[in-house]
């Protein structure tokens, strides 16, 4: 695999990550307003899940950034 399969890769990781957590503080939030918790995540509060979710998306948003770049540099005379 080149370097450029693996960061594209790691960046469809990152955002299908960033979803997951997002819906799992959707659920979390409102398991919370029942009384109750997952258990899996009892030891993260749906806002941590949240600040997660979006640390990951600024990777996938500087890898893209990246790749958006090269292109630029192989067009440019």
Request: aromatic residues 8%; without cysteine; proline residues 3%.
């Amino acid at each position: 695999m080149t370097l450029e399969k693996i960061i594209s890769v790691v960046s469809r990781l990152f955002f299908l990550g960033a979803f997951v957590l997002l819906g799992l503080e959707i659920i979390e939030r409102i398991s919370n307003g029942a009384g109750y918790t997952i258990v899996l995540l009892g030891r993260f509060a749906p806002g941590r899940l949240l600040e997660i979710a979006g640390i990951l998306l600024v990777f996938v948003i500087a890898i893209q950034l990246r790749e958006i770049r090269q292109e630029l540099k192989k067009r440019s005379p």
